[in-house]
């Protein structure tokens, strides 16, 4: 995921170069970050700007996901875009170091004149993760009160049972008196 774009950067704004992504040097990701489990791939597009290179284009992944519901666990394909600019440190006719302004989100070329994309794959993948993982969209969940998997079938716990949790409830908002309709089957 390393590229030298030395021969980009002696080119004329507006050029592209066109790369396939690939997977030799993995991710650097954090402990706990995510769980990959396929490899990191795509298709990228580099342009050389006024200042130095945007790379736009879509990054597939899969990734170990435990579902919030239920708990087990499963794998999600990731499909998200990568959006970044990098610029020059070095001038890469003379070799003189650059300092010019620059997006302080941007990246930078370094002296080699490579562009790294780990880090920024890693921080669009850590974005691209759900909030809520849900091994199914009409995940059962477990019954919160013998823990069985609802996806399953119904466990055997009374209806009545969970009333009684709610009957506190609805002596302080009676108002709220059907608030355990929803969870009654
Ligand atoms: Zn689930
Ligand atoms: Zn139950």
Do not use: W
Request: glycine share 8%.
């Amino acid at each position: 995921m390393i590229y030298n774009v030395s021969q980009l950067m002696k080119s004329a704004p507006g050029t592209t170069l066109d790369v396939e992504l690939d997977n030799e040097d993995g991710l650097d990701l954090r402990e706990g970050e995510a769980d990959l489990v396929g490899p990191v791939t795509g298709q990228l597009r580099m342009h050389r700007t006024n200042q130095g290179i945007y790379v736009d284009g879509i990054v597939r992944t899969a990734v170990r996901l435990q579902c919030t519901r239920c708990l087990r666990e499963f794998t999600q394909a990731l499909e998200f875009p990568l959006r970044e600019e990098f610029y020059p440190t070095v001038d890469v006719t003379s070799g003189a170091p650059v300092s010019g302004p620059h997006d302080a989100d941007a990246f930078a070329i370094d002296s080699h004149h490579q562009v790294d994309l780990r880090e920024p794959i890693r921080q669009a993948l850590v974005l691209a993760l759900p909030m809520k993982p849900l091994h199914s969209e009409d995940c059962a969940g477990l019954c919160p009160r013998c823990g069985k998997d609802l996806n399953d079938g119904p466990c055997g716990c009374p209806p009545e049972e969970l009333d009684e949790r709610f009957t506190a409830l609805r002596a302080l908002f009676p108002d709220a008196g059907n608030a355990g309709d929803n969870e009654t089957r």
